[in-house]
């Protein structure tokens, strides 16, 4: 339970910090969406970009059982470098945006 209480605030603290950048362009806000019961942390992009409206998921993390599943990563950051630097080991990593063929040639966990 420890661990999964540790992967729950390293990810917050990810998110936060990648929520906490400023926008490039427009009048876009980065905001974080944290369910604690379900284990699903995401950061969202909502705003205008001149008359165009900006609104979808940027970064979406699962936790189920024992590993963090990124489930998109639509950065430049490298989300899943970013959760190793903070200490989350590649194996419990796995990339769920990828298909489970792809996931072996990785060095992240496949399931």
Request: charged fraction near 25%.
């Amino acid at each position: 339970m420890a661990e999964v209480n540790d992967d729950k605030t390293t990810i917050k603290q990810l998110l936060e910090h990648f929520a906490s950048i400023p926008a490039a362009t427009g009048d876009v806000e980065l905001e974080t969406i944290f369910d604690d019961t379900q284990n699903r942390y995401q950061v969202i992009a909502q705003g205008w970009q001149g008359k165009r409206r900006m609104h979808g998921c940027l970064v979406h993390i699962d936790l189920k059982g024992s590993k963090v599943w990124l489930q998109h990563d639509s950065t430049d950051a490298e989300i899943a470098e970013e959760l190793v630097e903070r200490g989350i080991p590649k194996e419990r990593i796995v990339l769920g945006f990828l298909p489970e063929s792809v996931r072996p040639h990785t060095g992240y966990a496949v399931n």
